[in-house]
């Protein structure tokens, strides 16, 4: 077998292993958060940086749907300036940690997104977002690392390989964002039809 072949075949078992439902629980706390006109904000580093990214992307513009308040959605990696300066400045650890405490409040969500579920500043970023009351959720890989211990909502893709990993991440990513846009067209035609 080629190793493209292998790759599919072992990506497949992966993604049949995750559980719908804890994906409707994520599209449930977002809905949530929006509903109580809170915030979404995300960190991760490396691919996890770049997922984070886009999956800020889709949840403040793959969801808009015409006639209903949009996602308030922040990604702690796209302010560079930012990032670099307090990593710079202070530590690498506190990146996403720093810039969390100018803008998480009670009721905000945070998605810390860590492969490993071991990265020094995605766990203090959701250290931060408890004390301020936040709600958090955690996307890790192997076993799930201090990551998911940590947050009140961990979903762990089981897998040794890091590049299933990020893709199965991504693919949560989207099913969040579609479920999320889905509810929120089924809730405005359910208001229109009354």
Known sequence: ?????????????????????????????????????RKIILCGNGGSAATASHFACDLAKGTAVPGERRLCVIALTDNVPLLT????DSDYADVFSEQLRNL?????LVVAISGSGNSPNVLR?????????????GLCGFEGGKLAQLVRMPLVVRSD??????????????????????RLRSALEASVAV
């Open 1 to 37: 077998m080629i190793a493209a072949d292998r790759y599919l075949e072992e990506m497949a078992r992966v993604i049949g292993a995750l559980a719908g439902e804890e994906i409707e629980r994520i599209v449930d706390a977002v809905l949530t958060t929006r509903n109580r006109g």
């Open 85 to 88: 300066a307090w990593g710079n």
């Open 104 to 108: 998480v409040q009670e009721g905000d």
């Open 125 to 137: 970023a959701v250290t931060v977002a408890h004390e301020a009351g936040a709600m958090t959720i």
């Open 161 to 182: 390989s890091m590049e299933r990993i990020e893709d199965a991440h991504m693919i949560i990513c989207h099913a969040v964002a579609v479920g999320v846009r889905e």
